[in-house]
Each structure stands twice: as C-alpha cells, then as structure tokens.
C-alpha cells in the first residue's frame, strides 16, 4: 500500500508531513496553563477592548484529547450568548459536514476559535484582537495535540499559516502547522450564503480524513 506522501504526490496537492506520533521523550514543553486554568484565564480576559462588549468568552468545545482539531475564526451572537462554539446556524451546518465523514461534536473532535470574544456586530477581527487572543489558541493546540487541523475561513487559515492568500488558493492541499497537518476549508456561514461551494467544502473535508487513514510513511 502506497504511503501518505506518494499518494499524495501522485495527486498532486502538495508536501504531507508525518503525523505527530513522537515518543514521550520528544514530546513538547508543557503548556503554561492547564484546562482549568486557561478557562479562567480566557473568562477574565481583558488583553483587548472586545472584553468591553462580550457577554463572555468562549475558550472551545468538545473532546480535549481529539485527533481533529476544528478552528474558525470568531464567536457570533449565538456562541457570546452559550458560550460554546459553532451553536447557531452554522454551528448546525458544521455539524452536518462532521457527521457526513463519521464524526461528531465532542467525540474525538474538538472546536475553537482564532478569537475567544464576539467582535461587535461580527465584525471582521482585528490584528491586535487577533493578537491578543493567539496565546490562548496556541496553548489549546499544544494541549490537545491533534493529528489534524481543519482550519475554517479566512481568518482562521491566513492566521494559523501566516499567509495572505485567499481560500482558494489555500485550500486542495496539506499544510503544516508546527508538524500538524492542517486542511483549509470555507467556513460554514459562508456555505450557508454561497451554497454552489459545498461541493469544494466536500472535497477538503475527504482529503483531511484520508490524511488520518493512509498509512505513515515508511
């Protein structure tokens, strides 16, 4: 059986990297917060001026120790409202697109966002908001430790790969964040608006779950 790097090549999307299947003694510094303390942290915020019209920050939901790291880019009304993300109508579609390749919320999968607090309005984030927000992202991803990245949208993608490309020219390949494979993808609110691209969603979703089903490189 092919490897995931020659299949990869022969489709012609890109460079795939290992999954990070590291033994103990290579295993990453311990984060600087625990759960419990980066919940509170993140309650408490006030590293931006979205502390000042928030109803409460919204740190992530679902399985702490997932293989699928889901990512979009900032709590809506619904998600300032429940403090969980991905609550309203989007939330709904993501969870459709989760169940379509045989997963589901909080089941070997956990969801966050870039920011932690609502932009008023759901305004684009801002660069010192994304900022301030990226310790709390980066201290989630080194606790978790998830074989896959599935970055939603613009702004999840442009600020995990530091890029300025746009979506599609992101998306259809595999690429790296700190040895973790990372697939981009439209964000659900956006298919809601623009339906004729849940095709492409389809598509980005297949190839991530195949990155996890091909067998390591040998």
């Known amino acids: 059986m092919l490897s995931r790097d020659a299949v990869f090549e022969e489709l012609g999307i890109g460079p795939v990297w290992r999954l990070r299947e590291a033994p103990a003694s290579d295993a990453p510094r311990s984060p600087l917060l ?7 942290a993140v309650a408490h915020c006030t ?8 109803t409460q920050g919204v740190l992530g939901v679902g399985d702490r120790n997932a293989d699928w790291l889901i990512i979009g880019e900032a709590p809506g009304a619904d998600e300032d409202a429940q403090g969980e993300p991905f609550v309203g109508q989007a939330g709904k579609l993501l ?17 966050a966002n870039v920011l932690k607090s609502r ?3 759901n305004r684009n984030p801002a660069p010192d908001e994304i900022a301030a927000c990226m310790p709390y992202l980066e201290n989630q991803i080194a606790l978790i430790r ?10 999840a993608a442009q600020t995990l790969l530091h890029s300025d490309e746009t979506i599609a020219r992101l998306r259809g390949r595999v690429h790296d964040y700190q040895g973790i494979p990372l697939v981009v993808t439209y964000h ?16 980005d979703l297949c190839l991530a779950r195949r990155i996890l089903t091909l ?3 040998t």
């Open 146 to 155: 998830p074989k896959i990245i599935l970055a939603l949208g613009r702004f």
């Open 188 to 203: 659900p609110a956006y298919l809601l608006r623009n339906l004729p691209d849940k095709a492409r969603a389809w598509e």
């Open 215 to 217: 067998p390591p490189e």
């Open 47 to 54: 590293a931006c001026e979205l502390h000042r019209t928030r």
């Open 34 to 40: 625990s759960w419990d303390q980066l919940a509170d």
């Open 119 to 121: 932009p008023p309005g």
């Open 95 to 111: 969870d459709a697109m989760l169940a379509a390749i045989d997963l589901a919320r909080g089941d070997n999968v956990y969801i």
